[in-house]
């Protein structure tokens, strides 16, 4: 069984504060992906980045940086200088990499960041 | 614009009523999900589908109904048997790729349970 764990409920930071939101999973398969999605007011979820399992590299998209760490099994997601644009609720996803076309992916609960000016 | 759309934003039902959501998109995507959301809960697949005319269920199919009779739709029946049904519901399609493609999602529809 697979697992997802975001033990941050809610974070509230003032604008330009650097922001790190936590990602721990729980997986038996040796290959796997992990995701992060971002859920706006609006309430669709956008897509933010997908890692394979064998690539521990970290990846900086901008403000936004992941740090990956199988041996810890935690994907943390960081926003340097938040912005109010950053206020949403985010979403840390795993799932198995099979020859399929489906993506089964298993959510975490989510952690809402705040941001204020 | 390609996207999914996921029709009624807000919908208010019953007890006792099926309802059905729809979702359409056009992407171009052989995989279709639905997902509810509930407060503090995340997201927890309902149904999945990887091509047309065939679907699977997901973690909690129980009260839920689905059909995949064309490739761009995917609507979603909540039945009178599902207990609680009061939810945001998420429509989502995948690129493929190993199983783990992108998920776009829709916008989501609130169902109120009266």
């Known amino acids: 069984a697979q697992k997802v764990t975001q033990a941050q409920t809610e974070i509230s930071v003032v604008e330009k504060e650097d922001v790190t939101l936590d990602c721990v999973y729980e997986?038996?398969?040796?290959?796997?992906?992990l995701f992060w999605y971002k859920q706006p007011p609006s309430g669709e979820l956008v897509f933010l980045i997908r890692?394979?399992?064998?690539?521990?590299q970290n990846e900086i998209s901008g403000r936004y940086s992941w740090n990956f760490q199988k041996s810890t099994s935690s994907f943390n997601f960081t926003i340097t200088a938040s912005q109010v644009v950053d206020s949403a609720v985010y979403f840390c996803?795993?799932?198995?990499?099979?020859?399929?076309?489906?993506?089964?992916?298993?959510f975490g609960t989510g952690t809402r960041l705040q941001v204020t000016l | 614009d390609g996207g999914i759309t996921q029709s009624p934003k807000y919908l208010f039902r019953k007890e006792g009523q099926n309802v059905t959501l729809s979702c359409e998109q056009n992407?171009?995507?052989?995989?279709m999900y639905w997902y509810r959301q509930d407060p503090g809960q995340g997201l927890r697949l309902i149904y999945y589908?990887?091509?047309?005319?065939?679907?699977q269920k997901g973690d909690i199919a129980e009260g839920y109904s689905v059909s995949r009779e064309k490739k761009e739709s995917f609507p979603l029946t909540v039945t009178s048997a599902q207990k609680n049904p009061t939810a945001f519901y998420l429509c989502?399609?995948?690129?493929?790729?190993?199983?783990?493609?992108?998920?776009?999602f829709g916008e989501g529809s609130r169902l109120t349970v009266l």
């Open positions: 890692r394979n399992s064998f690539d521990e």
């Open positions: 992407l171009n995507h052989d995989a």
């Open positions: 589908s990887q091509i047309v005319n065939d679907f």
């Open positions: 996803a795993l799932t198995p990499a099979y020859t399929g076309t489906a993506s089964k992916l298993t």
């Open positions: 989502a399609s995948s690129t493929p790729g190993d199983g783990a493609g992108e998920l776009f």
């Open positions: 997986t038996r398969d040796t290959t796997y992906y």
